[in-house]
């Protein structure tokens, strides 16, 4: 399958790259910058034109795309001000997400956010695990994240045989970025987040799992690792964080409070990588610190050990 992927110089851009080219895939990324070379081609998003004409064909990289993968956006919010990256953000999302059904092209997998599930939960969730059925946004880009999966709701109902994917990801870790999981043990540590991570590879995982499940119409997934990124029990953290917050079932020892069933039952996702293994895993540029983050009692507890 010949698949385009938007900002695919960032952090998940580059790993579904890989990944979709291990698959076996044809892939052309798009992107603002990128390595010369017949795997890539600079689009500027925020220009209709040049966006439908890079999907239409673009000459010496394609003659036309199978399914798109919509990843470019300004990351969160702070970058820029908070207008700017509502506006940049929805207009480059509407400019590929139509051009590609004026393209033709009928399978789409684009980035959502646990922005659109609340984040950062100033106002407690509904009900924990958190799933998909719950919807809400407190900044510039949650609002986005909320109209794109508006949006692309009603675009499948313009064709019969468009597939559109949203994945709902929370915060990425790239293999280099397990640092700040020194603060296992410090009960505040991801607290917005829910306690959520996802490993950068599992992302593109999901993406490509996604892909190969598309059928017609709007399917959203919530993308997260099987674990949260505490050595705090789960239940604990419900408990204290959200005291007044009904808990649906009981939770495993360290099982995330973003639900992932949906994702594990529809696409087969099974997240491969945890903060624990990645944590301890050696690196010639790391310098030492306490081994075992996963047990907050030592003396050495990380919650101690860094700055707050």
């Known amino acids: 399958m010949r698949i385009a992927v938007t900002g695919s110089s960032g ?10 080219r291990a698959g076996g895939h044809d892939v052309v990324g798009f992107d603002l910058a990128g390595p010369a070379g017949p795997g890539f081609a600079r689009v500027d998003l925020a220009d209709y034109g040049q966006t439908l004409d890079a999907l239409l ?24 001000p908070d207008v700017t990256t509502f506006h940049a953000n929805l207009t480059a999302s509407f400019n590929t997400l139509f051009a590609a059904l004026r393209a033709g092209v009928r399978t789409v997998v684009y980035a959502s956010s646990i922005t659109a599930m609340g984040f950062p939960f100033a106002e407690p969730p509904p009900y924990l695990p958190l799933d998909e059925e719950h919807t809400a946004a407190n900044n510039t880009y949650g609002l986005v994240k909320v109209l794109e999966e ?34 296992a043990g410090d009960p505040e540590y991801r607290r917005d987040l829910l306690g959520s991570y996802v490993d950068v ?12 499940a598309a059928r017609p119409g709007l399917e959203v997934y919530a993308v997260a690792a099987a674990d949260t990124g505490l ?16 808990v649906r079932r009981e939770l495993g020892e360290f099982e995330t409070l973003i639900s992932i069933d949906r994702a594990h039952d529809r696409l087969g996702y099974r997240p491969e990588h945890d903060w624990r293994t990645e944590y301890a895993r050696p690196r010639p540029d790391r310098p030492d610190r306490p081994d075992r983050p996963d047990r907050p009692d030592r003396p050495d507890r990380p919650d101690q050990a860094v700055p707050r």
């Open 150 to 183: 508006t949006m692309t709701g009603q675009l499948v109902r313009w064709h019969p045989e468009l597939s559109m994917t949203a994945l709902r990801f929370t915060n990425i870790v790239t293999p280099d970025g397990y640092d700040t999981f020194a603060r």
């Open 201 to 212: 590879r599992d992302a593109a995982t999901a993406v490509a799992l996604a892909l190969d």
């Open 57 to 80: 064909g673009v000459t010496a990289r394609h003659d036309g795309v199978d399914a798109l993968v919509h990843l470019a956006a300004i990351p969160v919010n702070g970058l820029v």
């Open 11 to 20: 952090r998940l851009g580059t790993a579904t790259l890989e990944r979709l």
């Open 231 to 246: 050595s705090i029990p789960s239940a604990d953290l419900a408990r204290r964080w959200f005291p007044n917050v009904s």
